[in-house]
T-cell receptor, first 113, second 115 residues
């Protein structure tokens, strides 16, 4: 079945540091890939997505590229801010399934001033 | 901006009791979902719902669970006889379509604690 493996957390960085959160997937079909973010006390919000190989999703300075050859969708940001502190979830949606999303385990990011 | 709302934000119930978790999806959305996250674990799919029917359910969604859209706005998850292991954060989500590239919008979640 489908699965998402995400980098273990928590991750603690200083402001303006470079961020990478690794994500790899296994899917039977040709999935769409997503990063969701959960800020403290809030629900899951879509951060970015990519729907086909070599697509790059980007939003708020975050980027992730759909790599079919390595089945990966790593999240990156060149310079993190304190306000980026949150839990980040990698997820996939398989077109052969009605269940919409399979999530990774989430990575807690804390950015220190 | 339209949003998915869930009530209550936190529910404490005794083992064996029935609970109903409520959700109001975004008004023009047609597909509805429930997910749960046990503390420290992954967000897990429970069920998807479209056109007043369950589209797909996971192995977690056994006979103690049911979903309903009782009117034009609410979408509910009922747990008939709660167990300690049902303690989790439950997320409702909705989407305009059911295609794999469509964004799902999530509520803030209901934290269920079974004692």
């Amino acid at each position: 079945g489908d699965s998402v493996t995400q980098m273990e957390g928590p991750v603690t960085l200083s402001e303006e540091a470079f961020l990478t959160i690794n994500c790899t997937y296994t899917a039977t079909g040709y999935p769409s890939l997503f990063w969701y973010v959960q800020y403290p006390g809030e629900g899951l919000q879509l951060l970015l997505k990519a729907t086909k190989a070599d697509d790059k999703g980007s939003n708020k300075g975050f980027e992730a590229t759909y790599r079919k050859e390595t089945t990966s969708f790593h999240l990156e940001k060149g310079s993190v801010q304190v306000s980026d502190s949150a839990v980040y979830f990698c997820a996939l949606s398989d077109p052969g399934s009605a269940r919409q999303l399979t999530f990774g385990s989430g990575t807690q990011l804390t950015v220190l001033p | 901006e339209p949003e998915v709302t869930q009530t209550p934000s936190h529910q404490v119930t005794q083992m064996g009791q029935e609970v109903i978790l409520r959700c109001v999806p975004i008004s023009n959305h047609l597909y509805f979902y429930w997910y749960r996250q046990i503390l420290g674990q992954k967000v897990e799919f429970l069920v998807s719902f479209y056109n007043n029917e369950i589209s797909e359910k996971s192995e977690i969604f056994d006979d103690q669970f049911s979903v309903e859209r009782p009117d034009g706005s609410n979408f509910t998850l009922k747990i008939r006889s709660t167990k300690l292991e049902d303690s989790a954060m439950y997320f409702c989500a909705s989407s305009v379509t059911g295609t794999s590239n469509t964004e799902a919008f999530f509520g803030q979640g209901t934290r269920l604690t079974v004692v």
